[in-house]
């Protein structure tokens, strides 16, 4: 579309008062150096907007328990480790999760050749596709039970686990060591409401998912802006989707534009 300006490759660095949005545009960094092109490297976009959304996305939470504050890793960091950088934080690891997105991430060292001595989840009822396929690759799942503490000086040598009572406030039963150089937890996720806190945004707190959230999916505060999918606490990728095409609709139509097609997340998840 030609009244359409598609920046690849952008950052946005800063967002201030009456929507005003810093970008910045890596125009070459991606060439070889021999190539020829034209202009800067880089380009610094100074955008007046009169809509934005945030997709900031979310942020994992840890989970306590003794020496946490040894070398364990958010589970998703893990992944980042081996996917983003190819780098293996360890060779036998440990998972300890209260939700569904570490079994995901559990599979993920075990086909770079890191070894997942067991997936620990403190909720006492897990059944569900990402269990099987975790089942399905042979990694042990102990559920209703918690890393107690962490073994080991500068590196991780093993961890301390223990059932938890039917109500999840205590420990009991005989301590079970498991050895391991790597520990992985997952404690959940908050949505990243940092930006729409500082535009003037209200955020209020939901049970249900143990997160502050958005105060509300529409525009609010001193600027307009909106949060989307898990910066406002929708966690699932159709949910996601659907939320994300649903305010860039409405914002298009705040704009003056029609025109806007209809949109179902199963197009992009065929």
């Known amino acids: 579309m030609p009244d ?3 920046l690849l490759r952008t950052t946005a660095f800063g967002y201030y008062d009456h929507n005003f949005v810093a970008l910045c545009e890596r125009r070459t960094d991606h060439l070889p150096p021999a190539s020829a092109v034209a202009g800067p490297r880089q380009r610094l976009w100074r955008v007046r907007a009169r809509r934005v959304i945030l997709a900031t996305g979310s942020i994992e939470r840890p989970l306590v328990f003794g020496n946490n504050d040894r070398p364990a890793r958010l589970a998703s960091a893990v992944s980042t480790y081996l996917k983003r950088y190819a780098v293996k934080p360890g060779q036998r690891a440990l998972v300890f999760s209260n939700n569904d997105s570490a079994y995901r991430i559990a599979l993920d060292p075990q086909r770079a050749g890191v070894e997942v001595a067991a997936l620990i989840d403190s ?3 897990v059944d569900g596709y990402w269990q099987a396929q975790v089942r399905a690759r042979g990694i042990a799942i ?3 039970q918690a890393i107690v ?3 080991g000086g500068k590196r ?8 938890l009572s039917a109500d999840g406030r205590s420990v009991t039963g005989a301590i079970d060591g498991i050895a391991c150089d790597l520990v992985a937890v997952s404690g959940g ?14 955020n209020v707190w939901d049970d249900a998912k143990a997160c502050f959230v958005p105060e509300s999916a529409r525009e609010q505060g001193r600027q307009r802006n909106r949060s989307v999918g898990a910066a406002r606490g929708v966690f699932d ?5 659907q939320d994300g095409y649903q305010a860039g609709a409405e914002a298009v139509m705040a704009l003056g534009y029609s025109g806007v097609p209809n949109w179902t997340p199963a197009y992009w998840l065929k």
Do not use: E, F, Y
């Open 237 to 241: 990728l159709p949910g996601c989707l």
């Open 156 to 163: 991780i040598d093993g961890a301390r686990v223990m059932a």
């Open 142 to 144: 102990r559920s209703g």
């Open 4 to 6: 359409i300006t598609l």
């Open 123 to 125: 909720r006492h009822a």
């Open 189 to 202: 996720w908050n949505p990243a409401v940092h930006l729409h806190s500082q535009a003037g945004g209200k």
């Open 149 to 151: 503490d962490i073994q």
